[in-house]
């Protein structure tokens, strides 16, 4: 065979199933598998791949007849196949098959074990409807840790005082630490006289003995973030002499200390974001994160954990994690530490300057982290706009940000230049949330949404904040419909009067009394029982004409199918079936929510969905969701998470394969999952009965007695 041509004789075989179908689905389904035959040019040996129906341009079926003769042909580009089938009963056309359109599959992939092979569907509650103060729970106070912090950074800052006193740096940020270092000891002296006589009493030549102090110190700490701050302050203070006199490099300290990005990670992982980071990536599946002055990456350890849990979503919850810092200083270690997290991207960035100056696009992320930067930039409100023109509009910015009264960083990161720019009216890196809260609304978020710190003051070092870049609220129409069957639901009414109290007015409708043009509707046809599983022709004419008229949004209402409701009726799976059809053949301005109407402010969860499909509209598709499901007062919407088979089936101990089984050959109602295969092991006297026919009826002996193997057993009817 030389083309890609095929042809068939087909049955159809309504007569033997006794079901009614114009033509049969079998029938249509032959005529797609001639097309995998036309395509290997009729040679087995050439039939390689699995392929998969994705489109057709242009379908017309008729009434099909007894015996038909079926023409297929299919040309192939790479794994992307494309073809025509035309099916004639006596010249009379049954089927046209126009420019129908596959991908195909190869068989190593299909059995490759390391590909995923399965995928689940996971419910989570859409984080732009979720209270902004259950986003990240309270952190529980630590007095003891927050004691023994207060108590070392006194410690380290009394020893530095004194070491430094001799000291003349040149350079502008270390004379500012000179002096923040003399500011320290004047409020260690007024707050804790006991302290600085217990370090004078050594003398300032005895360098070894205030060393040993201050290591005596160091072998009572248990806990991690202490111990991580207690060495990297350590390491500081060995170093410090030289870098006041300029012969060792702060930042190659800095850079080079393992214990200072173990002090961010641990202060970072101090804040319980995982459910925030959770609920975000599951809401937004293109999740785009930026993290501004990663440095050492303790911050991005935090966050990425939280975002690549294989355990839990088989893969990231991101797109995209570009690591940015002023300097490329910081990214060689950093690729080596996160070499195997994909969608990984390093670039440098100066967020106190323009970023679309320095390559960026406008409005490109879902997520900016910024752990303890935005405050060592010249001026905060500057740098504020500067994130903000980066954020999507409804994106996140989450900062981690300096509000202590204990000046343990204060000591450690002051030895940077960095940490010394403000050029705004600040005397210290450091403000008060308060005043975050006056920074971010003048750059154009909402505010401090949510506000955690790690400890109860006066213990606190750090502040964890949650704003967000302000969405333009979809503006409702002067009027919307109301469609029902003429029994109005009470949520109907409870609806109606908050549209009402809006400015909206409220039409109510039937399929029967509807307008030429209706522009926005919500739907409680199903509400009132299942709506497509027994519609009448009639009824389905005044649907379509439905459809083709409403020309703004749709919000159809239903009980729970997917999620939420162990008694689901699968009746009402139709209309999830009907709405997907709808959205790709007509206008993709339909969606459904599934809701028990008993659920606790039903009705103010309705008209947050539909405010959100009307805010989405004309957005990229991608972004959108169309499926919504209201259960415990909260509105969930669902996604995929590719996992691999073996792994699911070795979660439940109890699983048990079954297989796709058929009661009566051509009723698709018949079809059943059946146990595949045997359940339990063959004893040592068991024998398995390999049955080829059945048929038997209540008067034939089914008892069989010394059955023994490679007997055939046969029951003459």
Known sequence: PTTTEAAATLCEPTALTGSHYALHPVVIDQCLQLLSVAGAKGIQRCMTQLCIPTAIESLYVARGRETMSLRSRCDSAGNTFTGDALLLADETLVLSLRRCFFFGISESAINDENGASAAILHWKPHIDFVPLETLIPPIPADIDRGRMAAKMSNIFILEAYHRTKPSRPTKEHLKKYQAWLSSQYERIRDEDPSLILEHCDKSDSDTAGHLSQIEKFGENIAHPLVRSVYTAAHEVLS??????DDSVDALEVVSGSDAITSTYEESSRLCPAGNFLSLLSHSRPTLKVLEVGAGTGGATSAALDALFDATKHGGPMYSTYTFTDISPGFFAKAKEHFKNFPGMIYETLDISKDPEDQGFTVGNYNLII???VVHATPRISTTLRNLNKLLAPGGWLFLTELCPTLPTLNFIMGILPGWWNAEDSRETPMIPVSQWHEELLDAGFTGTDVVRYDNEPPYNTNAYILSRRPEAKASLGGEIGFLHRGKVPSLAYTLAQAFTHQGVRVNWLTLNDLSS???DVISFLDLEGPFLSSISEYEFC????????????CLWLMPPVQFGCKDTDPQFGLTLGLMRTVRKEISTNF????????EPCAAENVSLVFERICRQSGKNPIHEDYEYVLKDGKIHVGRFHFNYLHQIMAVDDGFEQRSLDIG?????DSLTWALDGRVEELGEHDVELDIRFVGLNFRVRSDVNYVSINHLIMFLI
């Open 664 to 668: 009566c050959f051509g009723i698709f």
């Open 542 to 553: 005044a649907f379509q004409r439905f459809l083709s008229r409403v020309k703004g949004h």
């Open 591 to 598: 969606a459904t929510l599934e809701l028990d109407q008993k």
């Open 370 to 372: 910024a752990s303890n």
């Open 239 to 244: 170093n410090l002499q030289g870098i006041m």
């Open 517 to 519: 043009s209706t522009t």
